[in-house]
């Protein structure tokens, strides 16, 4: 079973950049699908971004296309998220996720819901 723990929130100014990181024990992430989560105030928990493991790549949401990049990096056991030109509305706790089955991200439908998650790590973006 895989344990994660997320790091790099913040406060961020609009148009800003972040990095958020997110550290996995226990198994190899190389053996995941691997997911990003968010969740605003008021909202449900939406997924962001994902990579699954079927075909290595990788899923968006609409609304972050083109500013935000997934990644994992295998020597470290990491998953990334790197957040670029954020935005108000990127306002929320953001969830690292893994999950060992190949179907749960799929990179032209969506992500959906995962096996193991992080505790969360706020992201404020200041207007």
């Known amino acids: 079973q895989v344990q994660l723990v997320e790091s790099g929130g913040g406060l961020v100014q609009n148009g800003g950049s972040l990095r958020l990181s997110c550290a996995a024990s226990g198994d190899t992430l190389d053996s995941y699908s691997i997911a990003w989560f968010r969740q605003g105030p008021g909202n449900g928990r939406e997924g962001v971004s994902c990579?699954?493991?079927?075909?290595?790549?990788?899923y968006y949401k609409d609304s972050v296309k083109g500013r935000f990049t997934i990644s994992r990096d295998s020597a470290s056991n990491t998953m990334y998220l790197q957040m670029r030109d954020v935005r108000p509305e990127d306002t929320a706790v953001y969830y690292c996720a893994a999950d060992p089955r190949n179907w749960v991200c799929l990179p032209q439908v969506g992500v959906y819901g995962f096996d193991y998650y992080g505790q969360g790590t706020q992201v404020t973006v200041s207007s």
């Open positions: 990579i699954s493991t079927r075909d290595g790549m990788a």
